[in-house]
């Protein structure tokens, strides 16, 4: 039974999940091996029942026993790869069978859309930000015009010049305060 399952192994059944686990771009990849860190399946070319490309940490998360993401080396010559490469890795232990399965690819690729994100976000906040700045801009001429102009009216009425109106249209405190202002001039008047 062992020999017919180990068999199955490269089978369409059993490579066909492994492949879509390791649709994560170029780098991705996933491997089932076994206790000592052999191939025992692999999306990459690697040879039956030889090293894996992280074999090392396969032993020592086999031994723990436990799910685990780490980032890795390269530790084999696989085309594309380089010895040595950092690839993250999540690593699984199957529970009816002495193997697990790692998923995983370049640290670059595997971070890229959380780079990606975090670059929209910045600009995003800073596009935001600019807006803000912009209606606070506005909004405080709109504001001040009202009371730039009392003042040149009131630096007027100071000066002596009592003939021309106040021609402030202005509701709320700025409107009292200017219709006040102009009383003042008719009185002064």
């Known amino acids: 039974g062992v020999v017919v399952s180990l068999g199955r192994l490269q ?62 080396p390269v530790e084999i010559a696989i085309p594309g790869e380089t010895i040595g490469e950092l690839h993250v890795m999540a690593f699984a232990p199957i529970q009816l069978a002495p193997w697990a399965v790692a998923v995983g690819g370049d640290v670059d690729e595997t971070y890229g859309g959380i780079r990606r994100l975090r670059l929209g976000l910045a600009l995003l906040s800073i596009v935001a930000l600019l807006g803000v700045w912009t209606v606070t801009l506005f909004g405080t001429r709109r504001l001040l015009r009202p009371v730039q102009d009392l003042t040149a009216a009131a630096q007027q009425i100071a000066a002596g010049e009592l003939q021309t109106p106040l021609g402030v249209a202005q509701t709320g405190e700025i409107g009292t305060m200017a219709t006040a202002l102009d009383h003042m001039r008719t009185q002064l008047l």
């Open 11 to 72: 089978s369409q059944a059993m490579m066909m999940p492994l492949k879509q686990a390791a649709a994560l771009g170029i780098t991705g990849h996933a491997t089932l091996v076994n206790q000592a860190g052999l191939t025992l399946a692999s999306t990459f070319p690697l040879p039956f029942m030889q090293p894996a490309e992280h074999a090392t940490f396969y032993r020592r998360a086999m031994a723990q026993g436990q799910p685990v993401v780490e980032t890795v």
